[in-house]
């Protein structure tokens, strides 16, 4: 940390002001009051005079100053030569309540991307998101006509002080989740936008309810003749429905795919570690959609992966699952993609429903047991050992397990999945674990079978929103296709399977049975 920055902070947290909002506060009304001063004015060398200038200068915007005169004068000295971007990343910098501040690595891959495309006008939504680099990002386009967007009232002044006597640059108070920049165009919008957040004033209808989706429609309303937009979105808008397979449509309709890259794992921690994509939109026409993954090298960004797929082949395709596109050279993938059987979704053919979410704290000693992930093994489910709550049955009714149903894990580091056998007790899913229950033209066990399978896991993999810990939707996994063989076919693999693996439980019991009476012989030959 700057020292002086280090002195700055610990002379507001001297004063019970230590909330990141409280900082920021302060740190606007020393500027505010240094920006409205004239330069030749005495008023800052006097303690009293400086106060109540502060007061009248800053109040109405800031809100009372909460301490007295000798605190400002203090707090006064502390920051007024510290510069505002610099104090205002340091104390956002491991938040972890949410406010996303975008790392240098890809503002300076954005300012590449507007090199290229030598855009007149541009738009950065959000731009508070963007500090780290913002300043280098508008120092290198002083021809261009940049619009920065904020809808938070401290940001939208920290952006007046930082950049409003700047002649090529327009501040706007505007929320992206709503209607905004009415009638304006843009060469290159650059976009961030809050991750599945549902705003609650909504101006118009939109095709999804989330922040990220509403961005994105309401970004392609701004999109220029022949302009980009790159914007940075969570894997879901790669594959989700509720509404979002609507979006899809829309953009395909209307625009063109430029590229899909997936983000660093862990780009935007720790306000959230969520899977990311930069998802490049244009108005020009494509005849090719790069897909890759962006890997960080040292502090620049590298393509690897690379992978240029023909815009009518990625328009056939219901989703832009990158990974299994990135994944076609695959034997397996390509064979199961190629592949004449029959296929179905989940939802055709399964029930499918999340478990009940219950705390540590709610678990004791009751009759109805709770199936974790951690009673999942090798494939089986271990019904020993399960916790249990207390609970009148009618509440737990909808979570209840039956013979034949699939859990899949949702959570956690691995995928995991088995099948349910009826006990003589009550069990129940828990959130942690999705549960498919077959319907008359698949069975149970086939579902697993194909669950554990290469192109299974590979499809499972391909709806992850979180990165090194799993985060599954259930929703998402109705999407997912299995091949529909008869039932009688189904029935003869799982036949197969159930003796291969009796087989192969036999020969590990042997082989340890074996292993465990030679260490012993070795050992006694030592005594």
Not at 203 to 224: C, P, Q, W, Y
Not at 507 to 515: D, N, S, T, Y
Request: glycine content about 4%.
């Amino acid at each position: 940390m700057n020292t002086n920055i280090d002195s700055a902070l610990n002379t507001l947290y001297q004063r019970q002001l230590s909330s990141r909002e409280q900082l920021l506060n302060e740190m606007l009304r020393v500027k505010l009051t240094l920006r409205k001063l004239e330069k030749t004015s005495t008023i800052a060398k006097d303690k009293e005079k400086l106060f109540q200038y502060m007061k009248k200068a800053t109040e109405d915007e800031l809100g009372f100053f909460p301490a007295d005169r000798d605190d400002f004068w203090d707090i006064y000295q502390a920051l007024k030569d510290i510069d505002l971007i610099d104090f205002t990343l340091e104390i956002f910098k491991n938040d972890r309540m949410g406010t996303v501040i975008s790392p240098l690595y890809i503002s300076t891959y954005i300012s590449e991307r507007m090199k290229k495309l030598k855009p007149l006008k541009i738009l950065i939504t959000e731009a508070e998101k963007h500090l780290a680099g913002l300043k280098e990002m508008v120092d290198q386009f002083k021809d261009s006509q940049i619009t920065l967007t904020t809808q938070l009232k401290p940001m939208y002044i920290l952006l007046q002080l930082a950049f409003g006597e700047k002649r090529n640059v327009k501040i706007r108070f505007e929320s992206i989740y709503t209607g905004c920049l009415e009638y304006e165009k843009f060469d290159y919008i650059y976009s961030l936008p809050a991750f599945s957040h549902k705003p609650e004033e909504i101006s118009k209808k939109f095709l999804t309810r989330d922040s990220d989706g509403i961005a994105i429609e309401n970004m392609l309303e701004h999109v220029g003749e022949a302009g980009t937009l790159d914007i940075i979105v969570p894997a879901k808008i790669t594959f989700a429905g509720m509404g979002y397979e609507k979006l899809r449509e829309h953009i395909i309709k209307y625009f063109n795919v430029e590229s899909i890259y997936i983000l660093p794992e862990g780009t935007f921690r720790p306000a959230t570690a969520i899977k990311t994509f930069m998802l490049s939109i244009t108005s020009k026409l494509q005849e090719d959609v790069e897909i890759g993954i962006l890997e960080l090298n040292e502090r620049n960004f590298e393509i690897s992966d690379r992978k240029l797929i023909p815009n009518k082949e990625f328009l056939s395709h219901e989703d832009w699952r990158i990974e299994l596109l990135l994944a076609d050279d695959d034997e397996n993938i390509r064979r199961f993609k190629s592949s004449k059987l029959e296929k179905v979704k989940l939802k055709d053919v399964a029930e499918i429903f999340r478990g009940k979410s219950i705390l540590k704290k709610d678990t004791s000693l009751g009759s109805i047991s709770v199936l974790n992930i951690s009673n999942i093994e090798d494939g089986e489910i271990n019904y020993r050992d399960m916790d249990t709550i207390n609970e009148e049955e009618r509440k737990i009714k909808r979570y209840e397990l039956c013979s034949g149903d699939v859990v899949l894990s949702c959570r956690g580091t691995a995928i995991k999945s088995a099948v349910f056998e009826a006990q003589d007790k009550t069990i129940i899913a828990s959130a942690n674990l999705i549960v498919i229950r077959p319907k008359e033209k698949v069975k149970g066990e086939y579902i697993k079978i194909f669950f554990e399978s290469p192109v299974g896991l590979a499809i499972i993999k391909s709806f992850q929103r979180g990165t090194t810990i799993m985060n599954i939707n259930h929703a998402d996994i109705m999407e997912m296709e299995i091949p529909l063989l008869p039932l009688s076919k189904q029935q003869e693999i799982i036949e197969r399977y159930r003796e291969e693996l009796k087989v192969y439980k036999e020969a590990i019991r042997r082989a340890e049975g074996r292993w465990s009476n030679i260490k012993e012989n070795i050992y006694n030959e030592l005594t």
